[in-house]
């Protein structure tokens, strides 16, 4: 398996946030930009809203393995657009199966208005 390709830098997550689509769900906020590099790219944020930094991490690992599991199974939802994954206060309670049921829709309706 290829090793998927994050966003780094803030004007790409900002520009994913002002110029972006977001779908926008308790658990899960997702945003889609397009971008010129003609591969997906990813992006996680949590703020300290979540809880401590045992609770961020945990919400991280949690929205890394359901964006891993989903471009496994179906990698044709992911087209040249970066996507920033927004941790809400319910993620760290979640399992990594409810958060791809989530993004999968989310990547669904965000594909469909793009």
Sequence with gaps: ?????TIKLNKEFKRAYFQGKYKAHPILT???????????????TTSKKIGGA????????II?????????EEPQ?????????????L???STSTEVKRIMRKHLLVLLKKG
């Design 64 to 72: 890394k393995a359901a964006y891993r599991m989903l471009l496994t």
């Design 30 to 44: 997702t945003y889609q930009v397009k971008n010129r590099i003609g591969a997906p790219r990813f992006g996680i």
């Design 54 to 61: 045992v609770e961020r991490n945990r919400a991280r690992r």
């Design 91 to 93: 993620t760290p309670e």
């Design 1 to 5: 398996m290829k090793k998927a390709v």
């Design 77 to 89: 939802l992911f087209s040249s657009y970066d996507y920033v994954f927004v941790a809400r206060p």
